[in-house]
């Protein structure tokens, strides 16, 4: 879940399936002028500015709708006229989670492509954005790629998929059929199917579909980890970028009370997906095993939204199906894609959670609900430990801060490690650390008791023109802090390593052990740190949580 909405206090094959799906016709080129593009489907004609091209709203895969319902993505619909192609298609079906807007359609499996406006002779490399948001909220184009793909140099695909009860909805009456996957991960079979779309006609809009990189925030990181486990997904794209979603991540703190307990999109086993939806189709009167499937593509989304448990449908695994092991098992024996990767966190992630508490009406963190979350995450035993680490008089005798610091170790810090260490001697893996303490805050929303240093989703504005930062301005150093990220992300998407001239030297994990490539304004922002010993590895390591 995209900590930006938690609430809680506690933070935390392939060539004949192408064929089937897509057609055997493959685009060649562009249509004549460079807002006419001829895709494997028909023609889109987008917009054309002084530095971009924009493509937007196109169909990836038809309306799942009615008996589509809760079925693998098909093929959309043929056009031979040119598509409008000049406004993003709707967000996939949500309750309101700020700054998203809540939702109810379902047709909404659209996609979004940007490019420079002059692509040249070379095809140039293709990165696919997967949106965060828990696996619940969020679209394809809240956040736009405009100096990403300017500065660059790459096309930019973002990719809507279905979320929350309609992506990840896992019940043994929709398995079988059509359903030959098994239910309960259809939001990622979205997202393989944008893979396989990007496949047949990045060519068209100047892109190379043999040097494609997915990378996401949040949610979308982890599902970036899950593809790469998936071996639905093999061949589909060549490096990977997950950012603020460690692939090893698989602790949360339990809840201490307060609202809404974070799941933080963490996939389940099938066994427990498919209890969770089993009871859902109770509740809505779908109980019948028989019946059950008809029954339940027979209810009014509004319905399904308002009875599903928020931020709680999310990818099932095991099984069969997309996700045939523990992604954390895929990891751990190597039955991964052996693509490059870049990993990273943000050093104060954290403190995101509590300033949605306080922005929720919560009072501000005191030193008892501090102690009781502690003891609640670690145990009495471990407690004692993890408060000697972090003194309260360390963070100013401010709670939030110290909270924060020891959940953004635990929960994202060791496994960005663990999976560095893991996969270095493997695939090359780059890790790195967003650190702008002084990071603009979100877009209409006060800032909390404490400061929030380099939040979640801070990074999204030095890579995207992002609503949740609309009208905030980088300064002068933060611009830089913003090319040189750019920099990186792009360099790494063209040839798998973000290094570059003019740029400082990004040591790959192998390299580096127990360090990370920082990323913050200023002369020496951008350094490598020991991670390992900033952020306590040791400690939480050796404490049960």
Known sequence: MRTRIAVAAAAAGLAAGLLLVFGPARPTGRAAGPSLVATESGPVRGIVTGARRDFLGIPYAAPPVAERRWTPPSPPMPWTRPRDARRPGPPCAQLELPPSEPSDAEDCLYLNVTTPRRVGGGRLPVMVWFHGGGFSAGSASE???????????????TVNYRLGVF????HPALDGGAVWRRSGDFGLEDQQAALRWVRGNAAAFGGDPDNVTIFGQWSGGKAVCLQMASPEAAGLFHRAITMSNPCLLHKVPKADGSPDPTPLGMPRPRAEAERQGLGLARQVGCSDPVTAAACLRGKPAALLLRKAPQLEFTPAYGGGGVLPLDPIKAFETGRIAAVPLMVGINRDAYRTSDAFLEASGFKPLNEDRYRARVRNFVGARGADRVMDR???????GVPSLAWSAEATDALLARPMLDTVHLLSTRIPVYGYEFADENAPWYAGLAKPSFPPGSFQDSELQYLFDSDFFRGRALAPAQRALSEQMIGYWS??????????????????????PGGAQQLGPGPDGIRSVPLAREHHYSLWRSVRY
């Open 143 to 157: 956040n736009r790629a405009t100096e990403l793909v300017s500065r660059g140099g790459v096309v930019v695909v």
């Open 167 to 170: 992506g990840f909805l896992a």
């Open 390 to 396: 972090y003194p309260l008089k360390r963070y100013g």
């Open 491 to 512: 360099r790494f998407a063209r040839t798998g390593d973000p290094n570059g001239p003019g740029a400082p030297v990004w040591r790959p994990g192998g390299e580096d």
